[in-house]
C-alpha cells in the first residue's frame, strides 16, 4: 500500500501578491527600509556619504568600465553589509533587549562582517589610487 501524500504547508497568509504587484510591493517595501536606515542607523547615513563622494571619485579613477565597477562595487557592497547588520541587531533587539551571550554574539558577527567589508573597500580602492599614481 503506497502512502497517501501530506498536503502541502499552507502558503504564507502575508504573500498573497504576484507578478508586477508584488514586485511593486517589494520596491516599497525596500525603500522604507532605505528610508528607516537613514533615518535610524547613523553608521548607514555615514556611510552613504562615503558612497556619495567616492562615486564620481570611482567612476574618474577606473580606467576601464570593470575598474569602475569594482571600485564603486565595493563601496556599494558596505552599505550591503552594513543594512544586514542592521536588520541582524534589530531582530535581536526586537526578542529581547536583555543581555544574553549569543545575542552579543550575533551582533558582533555582523559588526565584523560591516568591518571586514570596510577593509576590502580600503584595500581595493588604495590599490587603484597605486596603480594610478605609482607605474
Do not use: Y
Not at 48 to 65: D, I, K, R, T
Not at 84 to 90: V, W, Y
Amino acid at each position: 500500500m503506497t502512502p497517501t501524500p501530506t498536503p502541502l504547508a499552507p502558503a504564507n497568509p502575508h504573500k498573497v501578491h504576484r507578478g508586477w504587484r508584488r514586485v511593486v510591493r517589494a520596491t516599497g517595501h525596500s525603500w522604507a527600509g532605505l528610508r528607516a536606515a537613514w533615518c535610524h542607523e547613523s553608521a548607514f547615513r555615514q556611510e552613504s556619504v562615503l558612497f556619495a563622494l567616492l562615486l564620481p571619485l570611482g567612476l574618474w579613477l577606473g580606467q576601464n568600465w570593470l575598474e569602475r565597477a569594482v571600485l564603486i562595487g565595493v563601496a556599494a557592497l558596505v552599505l550591503i553589509v552594513e543594512l544586514l547588520n542592521s536588520a541582524i541587531e534589530n531582530a535581536i533587539d526586537r526578542i529581547s533587549l536583555d543581555h544574553h551571550e549569543l545575542s552579543k554574539r550575533a551582533k558582533d558577527l555582523g559588526s565584523a562582517a560591516v568591518l571586514v567589508s570596510l577593509l576590502l573597500c580600503a584595500g581595493v580602492w588604495a590599490a587603484a589610487l597605486w596603480a594610478r599614481w605609482m607605474p
